[in-house]
């Protein structure tokens, strides 16, 4: 070879290496952009995909694989075996009336749904719904939206089903985003995690209390950590009738309704019993406390409400942050308000702490920057069970717009004395309005929702004492409420 023709290889190949480097380069900028809005990107973090589906796919001619994947996810999810994972390529998937996993997966092993690594999956157009029976299904980095349903959002009878990472929210109508367990309904689901989600504008404020963001109706022994929920019209977390054993900590709690409340029916039902809430900031509830009960049946015992942080709890200046009569204790309590970076922004990123806040020293550390943190985006390269070859893409940013509708009983709430709402009118079948005898096992899987069983609290005499206030260094309080209300709902 001539030396003339040589050195023009030579400036070939190191052309060649230039380029790549600035691919490279191109790549780690995109993959280095910021998401701090309200809806979450999905497809972060690590995915191993089994199975695909996509809004361009078939589900008659579809393999699964990702060059061939199904079209819906309920047929994604149907094929899916313990251990497997099924991936949603980005889009809306609709499904009327819902979702239902007809079966779980195993300790160890669960089914998970998931948007494919770096995209960003919407199931919208109904419920979710995990049956008595579906054990060990999770749902992880998925936009969820219950428009075109009147039932919650989310409904979980299965036990050790897990929420992470998700972005839930029915846009403010008239239903609950996540309910967990229904009376008679039995085993009652147990070892629920929801982890790391967004749970916003949930519920009508025309429904009064009726709609809550987290419903523990009867769960058992889960853990609701490092959530941030805000602008439900309800309560952000109802731990009522017959929840025991529940953990809700590490949780970002604002510009709800209502914060947090215990208690049980006044039909003689056991009540809620060994629920710890601890290390929570909960802020700026605007109709009502920051933390409260109403145990219209038998008392509950063993709940404890410790080490928040609370601020500016209402309504109007009544009383400060926690009304406490029975049925829960209450201590190492903080009432300052927690300096978020801008909490009227109602994202992520907004609801960082200021380095200041005196509520880390309770709380322990910054919630919404550990999911920040979590949502950086990821290059994981994906697998298939089929021979197609694995590909690696980057994460996008994408927000989510969601609507649902719900039909839910009235309730009546007092100045110093909250009521615990009750839940109506799902899909059918229906089922008897009747309690079914604790020892009796419901079988749901495969069958659609229940009619959630019903009832009306009756409202006992109270007398609420109001726990001292102390620590203010921030005077904003009722003058922000309207202001407040109108700018969750938009």
């Known amino acids: 070879m001539s030396p003339s023709r040589w050195l023009l290889w030579v400036v070939r190949a190191i052309g060649l290496v230039i380029v790549a480097c600035c691919g490279l380069a191109v790549a780690a900028l995109f993959t280095l952009t910021d998401r701090s809005d309200s809806a979450r990107a999905a497809g972060a973090g690590s995915v191993s995909c089994s199975l695909y589906a996509s809004p361009s796919g078939s589900d008659t001619r579809g393999t699964g694989s990702q060059a061939s994947p199904f079209l819906t996810a309920q047929h994604l999810v149907n094929e899916l075996t313990a251990g ?37 999956a919407t199931l919208a157009g109904g419920y979710v719904y995990t049956p008595t029976g ?8 998925v936009n969820i939206n219950g428009s075109g349903t009147t039932q919650q959002s989310i409904q979980i009878l299965g036990s050790d089903d897990s929420l992470i990472g998700d972005d839930i929210t029915n846009d403010g109508q008239a239903a609950s985003c996540i309910i967990m367990g229904v009376r ?73 309704g209502y914060g947090v409340i215990f208690g049980s029916a006044d039909d003689g039902g056991p009540g809620s019993n060994d629920n710890t809430v601890d290390d929570n900031i909960v802020a700026n509830s605007i109709d009502g406390h920051d933390a409260s009960e109403s145990f219209g049946g038998v008392l509950g015992t063993g709940n404890v409400y410790d080490d928040d942080c609370d601020y500016n709890g209402g309504p109007g200046d009544s009383g400060e942050d926690i009304s406490v009569n029975l049925g829960f204790t ?45 949502d950086a985006p990821s290059t994981q390269t994906t697998t298939t069970t089929s021979t197609t070859t694995a590909s690696t893409t980057t994460a996008s940013t994408t927000t989510a717009s969601t609507t649902t509708a719900s039909t839910t009983t009235a309730s009546t709430t007092t100045a110093s004395t909250t009521t615990a709402s009750t839940t109506t009118a799902l899909a059918p079948p229906t089922v008897s309005t009747s309690t079914a005898p604790a020892s009796t096992a419901v079988s749901t899987v495969g069958a659609a929702p229940p009619a959630w069983w019903t009832w009306t609290p009756t409202l006992q005499p109270q007398t609420a004492t109001l726990m001292p206030r102390y620590r203010h260094r921030h005077g904003r309080r009722s003058s922000r409420r309207r202001s407040r209300r109108a700018r969750r709902r938009s």
């Open 184 to 256: 008679g309904y039995t085993p009652y689901p147990t070892d629920t995690l929801i982890e790391d989600n967004v749970i916003h504008q949930c519920g009508s404020t025309a429904e009064g209390n009726q709609n809550q963001g987290i419903y523990l109706s009867q769960s058992q022994d889960a853990t609701i950590t490092d959530n941030i929920i805000w602008g439900t019209s309800g309560f952000a977390i109802q731990i009522y009738p017959d929840a025991d054993g529940n953990t809700v900590s590490h949780n970002v709690v604002d510009d709800n």
């Open 330 to 374: 209450a201590s190492g309590e903080v009432y300052d308000n927690p300096d978020f970076v801008d909490e009227s922004e109602h994202t992520v990123a907004g609801y960082e702490l200021e380095s200041d806040t005196p509520c880390l020293a309770v709380v322990g550390y910054d919630t919404a920057a550990q999911i920040l943190a979590a």
């Open 84 to 120: 497997q994972t099924g991936c949603l390529m980005s889009g809306t998937y609709s499904q009327s009336p819902g979702l239902t996993f007809e079966h779980g997966g195993s300790a160890g092993d669960p089914i998970t749904l998931a948007s494919a690594p770096g995209q960003t």
């Open 134 to 141: 579906s054990n060990y299904v999770t749902i992880e980095n």
